[in-house]
């Protein structure tokens, strides 16, 4: 693992980061020069210039402004992508279409750019789920693909313990894929630094067809034996 710190974030529908989020994020950016955004959309524009205006924002209202802040979207040169990247203090990758993403990174020659880099590298929704070894877009396929692999954490995000019908289907993807899943609540979060995993909010564990709260426990023993952090 290159990156300062791993975020894995389901989503903030209040547009807010919650505390405990926020004074983890101000602790570990001390370095605010680039934040970089890379889209889940890339051909929607508008949508991605709105999204990370507004993200950056969050940071703004936690007085954790960024002295510059970018998108890559398809819009962006293969070698301004690699720059900006490798300049950045902070990559962000952006919630959407988990495959589209994925295949951005791939076309704009950046895959290897984020595996090495020494920023902090967030995530939220798709984005957090192509961060993973494994990543999976439940939506486009059962079967995960192979993701940017900065830590062996498969995510599915926005999962709530009443949407039961979602829960059974996650349950029989772990045990066909032989795939643990951390199903996070909005507003939950996931932070990894040195191969140690800590979490926040509401997160359920789901391997070999058990469905349970994640505790420190879970993540602790996964965090050695099966996240396989890099």
């Known amino acids: 693992m290159n990156a300062k710190l791993l975020g894995f974030f389901s989503g903030f529908p209040t547009h807010h980061f919650p505390v ?9 950016l001390t370095v605010r020069d680039s934040l970089v955004f890379v889209s889940a959309w890339p051909s929607d524009h508008e949508r991605n210039d709105s999204d990370s205006t ?20 398809d819009r962006t040169a293969a070698d301004d992508a690699r720059r900006l990247i490798q300049e950045a203090s902070c990559i ?26 020494t920023a902090v590298i967030l995530g939220v929704s798709a984005g957090s789920s192509n961060m993973a070894k494994r990543a999976l877009d439940i939506w486009e396929s059962p079967v995960p693909y192979d993701g940017l692999g900065l830590a062996d954490i498969t995510i599915k995000a926005h999962v709530t313990k009443e949407n039961q019908e979602l829960l059974q289907t996650l349950s029989r993807i772990s045990v066909e894929q032989n795939l ?14 040195e191969k140690e995993a ?15 709260p994640i505790s420190q426990k879970i993540l602790n023993y996964s965090s050695r034996e099966k996240f396989q952090l890099h």
């Not at 405990?20 to 570990?28: F, G, H, K, S």
């Not at 643990?180 to 630094?193: L, Q, W």
């Open 180 to 193: 643990p899943i951390c199903a996070m609540e909005d507003e939950s979060a996931i932070f990894v630094k």
């Open 20 to 28: 405990d989020i926020m004074e983890r994020l101000r602790e570990e």
């Open 198 to 212: 800590t979490y926040v909010g509401q997160i359920l564990w789901i391997n070999n067809g058990n469905i349970c």
């Open 54 to 73: 507004g993200m950056h924002a969050m940071f703004e209202e936690c007085n954790m402004p960024f002295k510059r802040y970018s998108v890559i979207d």
């Open 92 to 117: 962000f990758l952006m919630g959407g279409h988990g495959v589209r993403q994925f295949q951005l990174i791939c076309d704009k020659g950046i895959l290897d750019v984020i595996r090495k880099s």
